[in-house]
């Protein structure tokens, strides 16, 4: 009994069709054939195989048929070889170069015999390319049999290209057994897990000022993020302190900042940075963060002060290390135009052996350049600056985007902020002091320092280099902190 899945013609690209029957794809041509003795049927990655035609590109005569048992050999056939196969999967496919068609073979997972026979493979050679409507130049039988594993065989050879790509497969050395595929596919994880981990270390360190962050540091949270780019140093002197100069440092800030903003001489502020200091919880309105606003807005005491924004120092940008071969961020790479198993042919065959014409190669330094890539962002076209107008009163800013929604529409700003605005130094400097009162000594200092920093603005490096200087006053000293003055 005889069965055809496919009969008639099929389109190659490439010289190229093949089976398969598993997720990872078709492999590499020095893969497919190697440690064969024939070159037309590669079959030594398990589960596909890699079939050579003559014709570079067009339609080419393509039957499949699968027996119960050996079907006869044919002697009109020219060239035939025969290989052993087993699918990978219960789905096993005859796919074009670049997945154009497909055609289900309905093979079950166990062993066959495979033979593929080939007729006219130097004309279409020759040829190179048929358009549509002209005779076929080439034909194709491909059948299977249930057999157990047999190694690969020549059973006749009459075309000038069956015999190069014979002569292509016997220089290919033998497939990694499942072992040493096992051992490879190892090291390449740990190779990887290693390189992603430099990389990011490389990030932490470059974020944290140049040496990692101590555990109590990575995870502070509060404000740590925000005073890093202003002086990634303090913030590790700061780490680097005991609790109670933890603690001086959060008083000293919050101080200066309440000072800056002219909040220091009202009594309630008075009272409650009296109270941080002496270790007391803090009184109302500090007890509430709503009662807290509500006093700053009433109190008509409160000075109108403004400040510019608080802008940290440029900083060098972030270099990865030298990129291996698992590089977790792989820069884009100039290549050959022909993408997918077909790149192989371009870097893998030794073309002037190969009897008659050059293959085509399309791409750089072929017949036509590639097209731009729309996933290579240095391809893609930049877009022209844009006037952006004021938005009206009522109407979203127009550097807005408005996601589509049921009930009211959400707009989400993206746009640069203004850093010539001035803000209110009161509402930047008042939450220092809330801040220093918190749990953690570490955290308080960190988000009443942040707190200040942004009440200062501009000012901010003279703020920087008093809290450094008693960091670093209390990183040597034997004794307790003394009470900021």
Same mark, same amino acid.
């Given at each position: 009994?005889?069965r055809?899945?496919?009969?008639?013609e099929v389109?190659?690209h490439y010289? !190229?069709?093949?089976?398969?029957?598993?997720?990872?794809?078709i492999?590499?041509?020095?893969?497919a054939?190697?440690g064969?003795?024939g070159g =037309?049927?590669g079959?030594?990655?398990?589960?596909?195989?890699?079939?050579v035609?003559?014709?570079?590109?067009? *339609?080419?005569g393509?039957?499949?048929?699968?027996?119960? !048992?050996a079907? $006869?050999?044919? +002697?009109a056939w020219?060239d035939?070889v025969?290989?052993s196969?087993?699918?990978?999967?219960?789905?096993?496919?005859l796919? %074009?170069?670049a997945?154009e068609d497909?055609?289900?073979l309905?093979?079950?997972e166990r062993?066959?015999?495979?033979r593929?026979?080939?007729?006219?493979?130097d004309?279409a050679?020759e040829?190179?390319t048929?358009?549509?409507g002209?005779?076929l130049?080439?034909h194709?039988?491909?059948q299977?049999?249930p057999?157990?594993?047999?190694?690969?065989?020549?059973l006749?050879?009459?075309s000038?290209e +069956?015999?190069?790509?014979?002569?292509f497969?016997?220089?290919?050395?033998?497939p990694?057994?499942?072992a040493?595929r096992a051992?490879a596919?190892?090291r390449?994880?740990?190779?990887r897990? @290693?390189a992603?981990?430099?990389?990011?270390l490389a990030r932490?360190?470059?974020e944290?000022g140049? !040496?990692?962050?101590s555990?109590?540091? @990575?995870?502070v949270?509060?404000n740590?993020r925000g005073?890093?780019p202003f002086?990634p140093?303090?913030?590790?002197a700061?780490?680097?302190? *005991?609790?109670?100069a933890q603690r001086a440092?959060?008083? =000293?800030g919050? @101080?200066r900042a309440?000072e800056?903003a002219?909040?220091a001489? =009202?009594?309630?502020v008075?009272?409650?940075?009296?109270a941080l200091a002496?270790?007391r919880p803090?009184?109302p309105p500090?007890?509430? %963060?709503?009662?807290?606003?509500r006093a700053?807005? /009433?109190d008509?005491?409160?000075?109108e002060r403004?400040?510019? @924004?608080?802008i940290?120092p440029?900083?060098p940008?972030?270099?990865?290390?030298?990129?291996g071969?698992?590089?977790?961020?792989p820069?884009? !790479?100039?290549?050959p135009g022909?993408?997918?198993p077909a790149?192989?042919?371009?870097?893998?065959?030794d073309?002037?052996?190969?009897?008659k014409?050059a293959?085509?190669?399309v *791409?750089s330094?072929?017949?036509?350049p590639?097209?731009?890539?729309?996933?290579d962002? /240095?391809e893609r076209?930049k877009?022209?600056?844009?006037a952006v107008?004021?938005?009206? %009163?009522?109407? $979203?800013?127009?550097g807005a985007r408005?996601?589509? %929604?049921d009930?009211?529409?959400?707009?989400?700003a993206?746009f640069?902020?203004d850093?010539t605005?001035?803000?209110s130094?009161?509402?930047? +400097?008042?939450?220092?002091l $809330?801040? /220093?009162a918190?749990?953690?000594?570490?955290?308080?200092?960190?988000d009443?320092?942040f707190?200040a920093v942004t009440a200062?603005g501009?000012d901010?490096?003279?703020?920087?280099?008093?809290i450094?200087?008693?960091? /670093?006053?209390?990183?040597t000293?034997?004794?307790?902190p003394?009470?900021?003055?």
């Open positions: 009994m005889v055809r899945p496919v009969a008639g389109h190659v010289h !190229q069709i093949y089976v398969g029957s598993r997720d990872e794809g492999p590499g041509l020095d893969e054939f190697g064969q003795r =037309l049927c079959a030594a990655s398990p589960g596909t195989l890699w079939l035609t003559g014709l570079h590109t067009g *339609g080419v393509f039957t499949v048929e699968v027996h119960d !048992q079907p $006869p050999l044919d +002697a020219e035939v025969e290989v196969f087993r699918p990978a999967s219960a789905q096993t496919a796919v %074009q170069w997945g497909a055609w289900d309905g093979l079950e062993d066959y015999r495979v593929y026979c080939a007729t006219g493979m004309q050679r040829r190179d048929r358009p549509a002209e005779p130049l080439d194709y039988l491909l299977f049999w057999a157990p594993p047999a190694p690969d065989r020549v006749k050879q009459t000038a +069956a015999g190069y790509w014979h002569a497969a016997r220089r290919q050395p033998p990694p057994t499942p040493e051992e596919e190892r390449a994880r740990l190779a897990e @290693r992603e981990e430099e990389h990011r932490e360190r470059w944290w140049g !040496q990692l962050p555990p109590a540091l @990575r995870g949270g509060g740590v005073l890093l002086d140093g303090l913030v590790h700061i780490g680097a302190v *005991g609790p109670e440092v959060a008083l =000293l919050a @101080r309440c800056a002219g909040l001489e =009202l009594d309630w008075a009272r409650g940075l009296a002496e270790g803090l009184p500090f007890d509430d %963060q709503d009662r807290l606003w700053l807005a /009433a008509p005491r409160v000075p403004t400040v510019g @924004r608080a940290p440029e900083r940008p972030f270099r990865p290390p030298a990129p071969p698992y590089d977790p961020a820069r884009p !790479q100039a290549g022909i993408v997918g790149a192989a042919w371009v870097a893998g065959l073309l002037a052996s190969r009897p014409a293959p085509r190669v *791409g330094g072929g017949e036509r590639s097209a731009p890539s729309p996933y962002p /240095a076209p877009p022209a600056p844009r107008r004021p938005a009206a %009163q009522g109407e $979203p800013h127009p408005a996601r589509r %929604q009930g009211p529409v959400m707009y989400m993206v640069e902020p850093a605005a001035r803000i130094q009161p509402h930047m +400097a008042l939450p220092a $809330p801040a /220093a918190a749990g953690d000594p570490l955290r308080a200092a960190i009443a320092v707190a200062y501009e901010h490096p003279a703020l920087l280099r008093e450094r200087s008693f960091c /670093a006053e209390h990183a000293s034997a004794g307790p003394s009470e900021p003055a």
